[in-house]
């Protein structure tokens, strides 16, 4: 099992940018990817963005491309979600999660889960 404690949410105006930290621990070498995935109030959850940890390939939902850049530090076990010019369709609980196999775009992989951390962006 891999514990996950997200960091960094909060509230912003449109246009605005924020910084999400997950900090990872326990059986994390088993984790082929992480990501970051989000769900709105009335709505599905969904994968925002995703990296492979072995390689470092990324996945990006349509919505967030050139907006959002997932990274990792392996030396620190923490993934990043730097997020730029954030919309009010932003606004969402953020979770972090880890997959142990799977596709990493798909949330139906992700097995490990944060408590989450709230983004509210104004317009």
């Known amino acids: 099992q891999v514990q996950l404690v997200e960091s960094g949410g909060g509230s912003v105006q449109a246009g605005g940018s924020l910084r999400l930290s997950c900090a990872a621990s326990?059986?994390?070498?088993?984790?082929?990817?992480m990501g970051w995935l989000r769900q709105a109030p009335g709505k599905e959850r969904e994968a925002v963005a995703a990296?492979?940890?072995?390689?470092?390939?990324?996945h990006y939902a349509h919505s967030v491309i050139g907006r959002f850049t997932i990274s990792q530090d392996n030396a620190k076990n923490t993934v990043y979600l730097q997020m730029n010019n954030l919309k009010p369709e932003d606004t969402a609980m953020y979770y972090c999660?880890?997959?142990?196999?799977?596709?990493?775009?798909?949330?139906?992989?992700?097995?490990?889960w944060g408590q989450g951390t709230q983004v509210t962006v104004s317009s």
């Open positions: 999660a880890a997959a142990s196999g799977g596709f990493c775009y798909s949330v139906a992989s992700y097995t490990d």
């Open positions: 326990g059986y994390t070498y088993r984790s082929n990817c």
């Open positions: 990296i492979y940890t072995s390689g470092g390939s990324t």
